[in-house]
């Protein structure tokens, strides 16, 4: 599995999600399967974990351990299939790793990455219909411009947006070496890798609807927890950090906190840890996409 993805913060992010080894716990992105099989290691066999992921390359991963339930879905659903797995009285603990896995960004064919020469794919869910290469080629330029400005926080947005159009106006860009052509005169120098990143991160969020997902996960989430249950989730963009540490602080994603009749705040959760904790220089020096991680924890009210 280690091939498949190494999974980031493991033993601070099972440690914190753990509270009985007899209770039952959920995994909402299964990935390589990293997370999932930590946790099954150090339960007993009355434990039981129920795990998510939309892409069928991941589902492959599934280890042979009778106390796990493996869903294909889309975490945004979580509430709904815990309770209709049996689960609706709450469960004890929730993880989420919101990293794109190693598989996919070095599975050429995926488009996950301008590394390689690939179609414009870019689907978490090889099922689903659109593809980066529709947004390329289908989106106006004002749409454009919006994902790389919000999503990429791409500075020259509309400079990239406006390039993409005119590109599309002689041919189609259908793959990975095309969209760098298209731009290639509005990368900074000594940065390109840095800058396509942002590009593709935009993409890639667009293309999966992540942060809709996401809003919604917390939600369920939050939801589907019992009382002093954790919720454990690992980021890895300012964005989607950002919605994590409003909804624990408030309950929405906004961060607007909100009071009952006596003045007593209404979110669900609280923060466990005030300061996201970050990956030790032995694992970024081992992994390198674990240097932009930051794991929060927080408990169900």
Same mark, same amino acid.
């Given at each position: 599995?280690? @091939?498949?993805?190494?999974? &980031?913060?493991?033993?601070?992010? &099972?440690?914190?999600?753990?509270?009985?080894?007899?209770?039952?716990?959920?995994?909402?992105?299964?990935?390589?399967?990293?997370?999932?099989?930590?946790?099954?290691?150090?339960?007993?066999?009355?434990?039981?974990? *129920?795990?998510?992921?939309?892409? +069928?390359?991941?589902? #492959?991963?599934?280890?042979?351990?009778?106390?796990?339930?493996?869903?294909?879905?889309? !975490?945004?659903?979580?509430?709904?299939?815990?309770?209709?797995?049996?689960? $609706?009285?709450?469960?004890?603990?929730?993880?989420?790793?919101?990293?794109?896995?190693?598989?996919? !960004?070095?599975?050429?064919?995926?488009? !996950?990455?301008?590394?390689?020469?690939?179609?414009?794919?870019?689907?978490?869910?090889?099922?689903?219909?659109?593809?980066?290469?529709?947004? *390329?080629?289908?989106?106006?330029?004002? @749409?454009? @411009?919006?994902?790389?400005?919000?999503? $990429?926080? *791409?500075?020259?947005?509309?400079?990239?947006?406006?390039?993409?159009?005119?590109?599309?106006?002689?041919?189609?860009?259908?793959?990975?070496?095309?969209?760098?052509?298209?731009?290639?005169?509005?990368?900074?120098?000594? #940065?390109?890798?840095?800058?396509?990143?942002? &590009?593709?991160?935009?993409?890639?969020?667009?293309?999966?609807?992540?942060?809709?997902?996401?809003?919604?996960?917390?939600?369920?989430? +939050?939801?589907?927890?019992?009382?002093?249950?954790?919720? *454990?989730?690992?980021?890895?963009?300012?964005?989607?950090?950002?919605?994590?540490?409003?909804?624990?602080?408030?309950?929405?994603?906004? $961060?607007?906190?909100?009071?009952?009749?006596?003045?007593?705040?209404?979110?669900?959760?609280?923060?466990?840890?005030?300061?996201?904790?970050?990956?030790? @220089?032995?694992?970024?020096?081992?992994?390198?996409?674990?240097? +932009?991680?930051?794991?929060?924890?927080?408990?169900?009210?």
């Amino acid at each position: 599995m280690s @091939e498949y993805h190494n999974p &980031v913060l493991l033993d601070e992010s &099972v440690s914190a999600l753990i509270s009985s080894p007899s209770g039952i716990y959920a995994d909402a992105t299964f990935g390589g399967g990293g997370h999932t099989s930590e946790i099954l290691r150090r339960l007993s066999p009355e434990g039981r974990v *129920v795990s998510f992921d939309r892409d +069928s390359d991941a589902i #492959a991963n599934r280890p042979d351990d009778s106390r796990l339930t493996l869903i294909r879905s889309d !975490f945004r659903w979580i509430h709904n299939h815990l309770i209709h797995q049996g689960y $609706g009285d709450g469960i004890d603990g929730i993880l989420a790793d919101l990293g794109v896995s190693s598989h996919q !960004f070095d599975t050429a064919e995926r488009g !996950f990455s301008f590394r390689y020469d690939a179609p414009l794919d870019m689907r978490m869910n090889q099922e689903a219909a659109m593809t980066a290469t529709d947004i *390329v080629n289908g989106y106006e330029m004002e @749409e454009l @411009e919006k994902i790389l400005r919000i999503y $990429g926080e *791409v500075d020259n947005s509309r400079r990239i947006a406006q390039l993409i159009c005119k590109a599309r106006e002689t041919a189609p860009i259908n793959t990975t070496t095309e969209l760098g052509k298209a731009i290639e005169s509005a990368l900074p120098k000594f #940065a390109e890798h840095k800058f396509l990143a942002k &590009v593709y991160q935009a993409l890639r969020i667009e293309v999966n609807q992540e942060m809709k997902s996401l809003e919604k996960f917390l939600s369920g989430a +939050s939801k589907a927890l019992k009382p002093g249950g954790k919720m *454990v989730i690992i980021t890895y963009h300012s964005l989607e950090d950002r919605m994590v540490k409003n909804f624990i602080k408030a309950g929405n994603i906004e $961060g607007k906190v909100e009071k009952d009749f006596y003045g007593n705040a209404t979110a669900p959760l609280k923060a466990v840890n005030r300061k996201p904790i970050l990956p030790q @220089e032995e694992e970024i020096a081992a992994n390198t996409r674990a240097r +932009s991680a930051k794991l929060r924890i927080a408990e169900k009210i």
